[in-house]
């Protein structure tokens, strides 16, 4: 079972609100990563990061943003939530000690902007 | 560039059946490729990966994947299916680089029929 956690599970909220997705790893790994996934839809990568202080926009364009202060810390921030924004949020990790390392997922944050 | 096609956004299968989940994959590398299953209301959860050792992988839960180069193909099986296997499955190609990046096919939704 993969240590990484994510925070809230569900969160609802008002538009123009500001919030924060919280992701944390205890596996010491560089390289962590944020998926969005639309229901039923396949994932996409919206943000990504090789470690401390580095951080990539992913493959799909999105209006939030995240920071990598710390190795096992990941979080993904909306200044201002639209409903648009409505979806499921994957955090994963990976240490990439070989092409075949998997990457190891939280639970998820289900987002609903009002 | 990588990328990997789910065929079939749902299959239905009964109890005891065989599974049968298909995956082709585009790489202009050998690639690296996944299955991930993602239950209800949770994050992603490794089925298994190819490691270029052996082109018939086992992973957990009793399915495999065979790997065949001359069809681009990954496809997952299992024998007998049972009530506990229905999920979503994702399969997953590791982008060339050292992002780690993984793309992800649109994903196939198993139902179990009693």
């Known amino acids: 079972e993969a240590d990484i956690y994510q925070t809230p599970r569900y969160l609802v909220i008002g538009t123009g609100k500001k919030i924060t997705l919280e992701c944390s790893q205890t596996?010491?790994?560089?390289?962590m990563y944020w998926y969005q996934q639309d229901p039923g839809m396949e994932l996409h990568l919206i943000h990504y990061?090789?470690?401390?202080?580095?951080?990539e926009k992913g493959d799909l364009s999105s209006e939030s943003t995240v920071s990598r202060i710390r190795t096992e810390h990941f979080p993904l921030t909306l200044e201002s939530a639209r409903p648009s924004h409505t979806s499921q949020y994957l955090c994963?990790?990976?240490?990439?000690?070989?092409?075949?390392?998997?990457?190891?997922f939280g639970n998820g944050t289900r987002l609903t902007v009002t | 560039a990588q990328s990997v096609t789910q065929l079939g956004s749902h299959v239905s299968v009964s109890e005891g059946a065989l599974v049968l989940l298909r995956c082709n994959y585009s790489?202009?590398?050998?690639?690296?490729l996944f299955w991930y299953v993602q239950y209800p209301n949770q994050g992603l959860q490794l089925l298994l990966k190819?490691?270029?050792?052996?082109?018939l992988v086992k992973g957990i839960n009793g399915f495999e994947a065979e790997f065949k180069k001359s069809e681009t193909s990954f496809h997952l099986t299992k024998p007998s299916a049972h009530m506990s296997d229905a999920a979503e499955y994702f399969c997953?190609?590791?982008?060339?680089?050292?992002?780690?990046?993984?793309?992800f096919g649109q994903g196939t939704t198993l139902q179990v029929k009693p």
């Open positions: 994963a990790s990976s240490d990439l000690t070989g092409g075949n390392s998997p990457l190891h």
């Open positions: 596996m010491g790994h560089d390289k």
């Open positions: 990061s090789y470690g401390v202080n580095s951080t």
């Open positions: 790489s202009s590398v050998p690639p690296y």
């Open positions: 190819y490691t270029s050792a052996a082109t």
């Open positions: 997953a190609v590791r982008v060339s680089g050292n992002t780690g990046k993984l793309i």
